[in-house]
């Protein structure tokens, strides 16, 4: 719940609608630093050196975090907007810069399917070799994908839980059942599908 006066946010919120004639941009991508990583993975495993393994993981996730920041600086220097930044390395780190770069399935846009959207806009399993799982993860696993919001009030924030009412409304916008957008949303429902079902039997 939030406090008296906050608003609850949505992504939309960063972005001008397009019935208000303001021009407007957002930007996607998606990036990998795994290819090849689950071989090496593999080899150290087959060689018993777990401490490599685990290195060769880490060090992927790192990169492929790095390459979407790279390219977050690029927008905004290419975009304007943050043309002039003087950032260190920790004010990087800590995201003290305008705009967000949110991804599907993270707090502010839960839904992991909508990566299906952005793969498919930026035909990405052609373009980068990432693909999407049947849950929606990504292959390789040390990939990144999102968006790019340049809003000046753009910020980071976790989507509360959802009504019945939300549900049904993003159900007809996803054109999805209700029992799947249920499912991809389980965690974040104010309400149990499985009572709501008995009650009506």
């Known amino acids: 719940p939030k406090s008296s006066g906050e608003p609850n946010l949505c992504l939309a919120d960063f972005i001008a609608p ?10 996607a991508f998606a990036v990998t630093a795994g ?26 996730d790192r990169l492929a975090e790095a390459f ?10 290419e975009w304007g907007y943050g043309r002039d930044e ?12 305008r705009g967000i770069r949110p991804a599907a399935g993270y707090p502010a846009c839960p839904d992991h399917t909508e990566k299906r ?9 052609r373009n980068a070799g ?17 968006l790019y919001f340049s809003h000046v009030s753009a910020k ?15 159900h007809r916008r996803k054109n999805m059942t209700i029992a799947e957008v249920e499912r991809w949303l389980s965690p974040y429902l104010s309400y149990s599908p499985a009572e709501e079902s008995s009650e009506r039997s």
């Open 156 to 170: 980071y924030f976790a989507v509360g839980k959802l009504g019945k009412d939300q549900i049904v409304d993003y």
């Open 35 to 60: 290819h090849g990583a689950d071989a090496l993975v593999a080899e150290f495993e087959r060689q018993h050196d777990d401490y490599n393994a685990i290195m060769v993981k880490a060090l992927a």
């Open 86 to 97: 003087q950032l260190s390395y920790e004010d990087l780190i800590r995201e003290r810069y």
């Open 130 to 146: 990432i693909t999407l799982t049947e849950s929606f993860a990504m292959i390789p696993p040390a990939s990144v994908s999102g």
């Open 18 to 27: 397009k019935d208000t004639g303001v021009r407007d941009y957002i930007g």
């Open 117 to 125: 959207t952005l793969f498919d806009l930026l035909e990405v399993e």
């Open 68 to 77: 979407a920041e790279y390219l977050h600086k690029r927008v905004r220097a």
